[in-house]
């Protein structure tokens, strides 16, 4: 029977849409599963075959889950704040706002047509007011709140109040920007504006100067993985360190919750280390230092090997540090700024990454080793970070590399300070220079003794602390562009102040060009109606803004992490206009039990959702600390590139076999521009893909062709080897694609993608249509199938239950395989056999199995039928082939009865007329019998 998957595919895509098939219940009668994919962002390229990897293996998940009788909740929504809309926006003059509604469309109707079963109805998008008015409220809660140490915990602004109106800051324990301190009495007549001035200390959405990546020509701040070696990702812009008022989030506050949370997740390794290197918790102690010439100035360091300061011989500090400016002199003013100037070109990320090559400034002061009271040079260095620690490091040259290579270039002295552990290897890095410095304090003492030591001595004298540093630092949270989430804060006598929640969403408004304005505000500044009015509680013209009753709203937007670090709980209760999510829904849904998505958000995505989340425990809104339970990181699927040799100053291109006759560079071509399945191109193609390639020239083989270089890299539309998922279903049926992708390899692995594997996939997909079909006519017999047809059956259970369980889809796939190919063979067409079968199936191959059930007579989707149970009985053997050896050499094969004892296996083999044969007469020196495995007879 001919089996039509455009036809099938498009009429149970058509049922599952028109029944809602897919809808999740609200019901707790069952118990739940939660199955999510990464956000998805929209972008206008549409999906290649690389992309629904993870959803694929996702929705395999959650349908074999609603077959073991789960309440499964598996949504889809779209991250659909973001720059890409927006440069679209710049170039076109299009609205952001339509060209996502429009890759919204296309993303949907690609995703229908794969089949998955998500609840459309649940669909969310960070761009929609309605999304983003709770955004927007979990950023006004952020704001009226502290973190208080003391119970290790976010807290009301109002509890913090409370304290300063009976303590001030006394007996106060907070995460805080700065230390402060002041009497209740201080605090109860301070102005309005010098207590809001002081919140914004401890708020944990808080606005202070920051060292941001500015990319002039986009106009906007860009987070760290928006820069890649100086410039930015999107259109290849420089990118500059520049000081900027910005809203921050203060996740610092959670920096040991969310290293201690990692523990109890079960998440890949890697990136689990990813996260806690990213925190990055490290225990010394805080040391200060005076300044010769400046009494009023100190520099303070954090440091994990206190006991190495007495061979600290000099100090660096971050460029961006302010003490620079304070303490450099006027002879050395002019290198200090050069440097400083040619710093702010990198990234801290490329800073970081530089270890070898060292540079750095001299300020022309000193500062006073505490102990040895001797003067050390402090210079600017762009290997120290003003986010990290203090901003500033005392070097000991002798005891880490980067101080050493410092030392060397600077001609600066090297001391060693002598071992205090044996089991410490100190790198001694030149002998020569070193200096053995003995002190009173460490020798002889092991070296946690040293450390605590000198930790004591340090707070004795009072010029520091034992502490705990965390590398993380707070989260940048302003962005300079338009198409992002409005932020709800107006300016009052220049203090920030939210919205009242009654007035959100505070929706983005209508403007003009999505440039920054002339005088260099963000694009909102481009907007006619954006000012607040405070007594009438509405955003009206910017042309009434007088700073008495009307005030100017936040131009910047919220970054793109935003609306992705809580869209998880939103699904739960996605149409709720009075609340986020209901109480009672978050308990019941409570984590994801399965999130599905890409490594390369461990330290953006993943580290902001689970602070969020913690946040929103800590204020009592979901009683869950952690949102995703358990994450895989799905592998990429890499395309196969085509490249051509372009002959360097030249049109002219060579074949891959003459190339290394010329100078040449690679070009990639498209990989449609191939004829066939081969690698040769075809050149009039080539010619007429692009005007500049309209008169190139051509060197051919000696047969006429011309042949690309191939290379499996990266699927990429910048690469032109993307595969485009419709015509894959188009040809070999949604169901063939589903099973390709799993069977391409581990899910976790990346893998390359051959369309010409399809071909085996779906002749499988033939063969299990026809196993319920006699010719043309549709034959199932309700006769009871035998053992052997039992035991193909059992066997697939046991086999793809164990798959399932532990994301092996693509042995599952090898598994399918060899049962139709059995039952195929035996000519197995029971209905107590194929029905089964096609449950086993359907989460892979939903439509078919669908099509095949309703054959089968049912009249309700297969989604909800029971899992197929395993029945152990089948699997045991009835007979066994018992190897006959001897002397270790296999000579012959006999079947027994898996019954028989060891004595009655070894009489029924000497009694066999082969086994005569092959000893010849001769009496057996010994003979070892392994049940159910093998005989050996010693001769």
Excluded at 43 to 70: C, N
Excluded at 841 to 868: D, R
Excluded at 886 to 910: C, F, P, R, W, Y
Aim: charged residues 25%; aromatic residues 12%.
């Amino acid at each position: 029977m001919f089996y039509d998957h455009q036809q099938i595919e498009k009429k149970w895509q058509k049922y599952w849409e028109e029944n809602q098939t897919y809808k999740t219940s609200d019901s707790t009668d069952k118990p739940k599963f939660y199955v999510l994919d990464m956000f998805p962002y929209p972008s206008g390229a549409g999906l290649h075959v690389g992309h629904p990897l993870g959803y694929i293996a996702s929705d395999i998940y959650a349908r074999y889950k609603r077959h073991q009788g789960f309440n499964v909740l598996h949504p889809v929504g779209y991250d659909s704040f973001g720059l890409p809309a927006e440069q679209y926006a710049i170039q076109t003059g299009q609205h952001p706002a339509i060209t996502t509604e429009q890759n919204i469309t296309r993303y949907e109707e690609q995703l229908r047509k794969i089949g998955f079963s998500f609840d459309w109805s649940r669909e969310v998008r960070t761009s929609d007011p309605s999304y983003y008015k709770w955004t927007q409220w979990i950023f006004i809660e952020l704001f009226h709140s502290w973190y208080n140490k003391n119970t290790d915990k976010a807290e009301p602004i109002s509890t913090l109040i409370k304290h300063f109106e009976s303590k001030g800051t006394q007996d106060l324990n907070a995460n805080e920007t700065e230390e402060l301190h002041f009497t209740a009495e201080e605090w109860n007549t301070a102005s309005e504006m010098d207590k809001e001035d002081i919140l914004l200390n401890y708020r944990l959405a808080y606005r202070a100067e920051t060292t941001v990546n500015w990319c002039p020509a986009l106009g906007t701040v860009l987070a760290n993985d928006e820069v890649k070696d100086g410039k930015s990702e999107r259109g290849g812009f420089p990118v500059f360190q520049k000081k900027m008022m910005q809203w921050s989030m203060r996740i610092s506050a959670y920096s040991e919750r969310l290293l201690q949370g990692l523990k109890g997740l079960d998440w890949p390794q890697p990136l689990k280390d990813s996260q806690e290197y990213w925190i990055g918790k490290s225990q010394g102690a805080q040391v200060k230092f005076e300044i010769e010439s400046h009494p009023d100035e100190v520099i303070e360091v954090f440091t994990t090997r206190p006991d190495t300061i007495f061979g600290a011989t000099f100090m660096v500090l971050a460029p961006e540090n302010p003490l620079v400016e304070a303490i450099t002199t006027p002879e050395q003013k002019a290198e200090i700024d050069s440097y400083i100037e040619e710093t702010s070109k990198k990234t801290e990320r490329d800073r970081m990454a530089d270890v070898k090559n060292v540079s750095g400034a001299f300020t022309g002061s000193y500062a006073l080793n505490p102990f040895s009271n001797e003067r050390m040079p402090v210079y600017i260095s762009d290997y120290v970070l003003i986010g990290y620690g203090t901003g500033a490091v005392m070097a000991v040259p002798a005891h880490d590399e980067r101080d050493h290579r410092f030392a060397k270039k600077f001609n600066l002295e090297i001391k060693k300070v002598v071992e205090t552990d044996e089991d410490i290897q100190e790198k001694s890095f030149d002998s020569k220079d070193s200096v053995c410095v003995n002190s009173d304090f460490l020798n002889g003492l092991k070296y946690d003794e040293a450390k605590a030591l000198i930790i004591s001595a340090i707070e004795k004298r009072g010029i520091g602390h034992g502490t705990t540093n965390y590398r993380q630092r707070d989260a940048i949270f302003s962005r300079q562009r338009y198409w992002g989430e409005p932020v709800p804060i107006y300016y009052k006598d220049g203090m920030p102040y939210t919205l009242p929640t009654s007035a959100l969403p505070l929706e983005l408004p209508e403007v003009e060009k999505y440039l920054p304005t002339e005088d260099g505000d963000p694009p909102l500044g481009n907007a006619k109606t954006f000012a607040w009015d405070e007594v009438n509680q509405k955003v009206v013209d910017t042309d009434l803004i007088d700073e008495k009753t009307i005030f100017p709203l936040e131009l910047s937007t919220m970054p793109g992490w935003a609306g992705s670090s809580w869209y998880f709980l939103r699904y739960m209760d996605p149409h709720d206009e009075n609340v986020f999510v209901k109480k009672d829904l978050a308990d019941y849904w409570g984590q994801v039990d399965l999130y599905i998505g890409g490594s390369e958000h461990a330290t953006g995505h993943l580290l902001y959702s689970r602070f969020w989340n913690m946040f929103l425990k800590d204020r009592g809104y979901i009683n869950h600390n952690e949102p995703f339970q358990k994450l895989i990181n799905q592998g990429m699927i890499l395309g196969m590139s085509a490249f051509v040799y372009r002959i360097e100053g030249t049109n002219k291109y060579v074949s891959k076999n003459l190339a290394k006759e010329y100078e040449t560079q690679q070009i990639h071509v498209d990989v449609s521009l191939l004829k066939g399945t081969s690698d040769e191109l075809d050149t009039e193609a080539f010619k007429a893909w692009r005007p500049d390639f309209a008169d190139a020239e051509f060197i051919f083989e000696e047969d006429g062709k011309f042949i690309t270089e191939r290379e499996v890299e990266k699927m990429s539309k910048s690469k032109y080897n993307v595969v485009n998922p419709d015509d894959i279903c188009e040809e070999y049926g949604a169901d063939g694609l589903r099973l390709y992708e799993m069977f391409l390899g581990p899910l976790e692995q990346s893998k390359p993608w051959n369309t010409q594997g399809l071909s085996g996939v779906y002749g499988f997909l033939k063969k299990f249509w026809n196993l319920y079909f006699n010719g043309e006519v549709f034959e199932v017999s309700d006769e009871e199938p035998t053992k052997a047809e039992y035991k193909v059956l059992h066997t697939l259970i046991k086999k793809v239950v164990y798959d399932i369980e532990n994301f092996s889809f693509n042995t599952s796939v090898s598994s399918f395989m060899i049962a139709v190919n059995e039952l195929q063979k035996i000519k197995c067409n029971k209905r107590n056999i194929l029905e089964p079968l096609s449950v086993i199936i359907s989460p892979y191959a939903p439509h078919i199995c669908e099509e095949l059930w309703s054959l089968l007579g049912h009249t309700t989707s297969i989604e909800f039928e029971k899992f197929p149970v395993l029945n152990e009985d089948y699997l045991v053997e009835d007979e066994i082939e018992y190897p006959i050896s001897i002397n270790g050499k296999t000579k012959h094969k006999l079947a027994l009865s898996a019954q028989l004892s060891a004595k009655e296996v070894e009489d029924s083999v000497m009694k066999d007329e082969k086994v005569q044969q092959f000893l010849e007469g001769k009496t057996p020196k010994k003979i070892i019998v392994v049940p159910g495995r093998i005989v050996n007879i010693v001769i």
